[in-house]
Nanobody, 122 residues
Framework: QVQLVESGGGLAQPGGSLRLSCVASGTIFSIYAMGWYRQAPGKQRELVAEITSGGNINYADFVKGRFTISRDNAKNTVYLQMNSLKPEDTAVYYC????????????????WGQGTQVTVSS
């Protein structure tokens, strides 16, 4: 019932910027945490950033100071503003929703989007 859809990926030059968006759809009462993960070819999926409904943010060290995560709770949307992009940022970026409260009355712990490709290359 709950779906996450990412958008905003594409090609950027080193030093450039991209803004990713993720919208969670469905009958949703609340989402405790929304975040971004990425997976490069041949590598494990890794946390990029996450943000709770209360605004608590956790960044991976390799993006701190370059990326900014934000969310609109009313719209069940999370954003990732990516500045000063590096080639090593190239990956598929996945949106995650943690502890999604639906009319079932219980939290669903993991929802994932399909991913959006980010390529940083000159």
């Amino acid at each position: 019932q709950v779906q996450l859809v990412e958008s905003g990926g594409g090609l950027a030059q080193p030093g450039g910027s991209l803004r990713l968006s993720c919208v969670a759809s469905g009958t949703i009462f609340s989402i405790y945490a929304m975040g971004w993960y990425r997976q490069a070819p041949g590598k494990q999926r890794e946390l990029v950033a996450e943000i709770t409904s209360g605004g608590n943010i956790n960044y991976a060290d390799f993006v701190k100071g370059r990326f900014t995560i934000s969310r609109d709770n009313a719209k069940n949307t999370v954003y990732l503003q990516m500045n000063s992009l590096k080639p090593e940022d190239t990956a598929v970026y996945y949106c995650n929703a943690d502890r999604v409260l639906t009319p079932t009355g219980k939290y669903d712990y993991e929802y994932w989007g399909q991913g959006t490709q980010v390529t940083v290359s000159s």
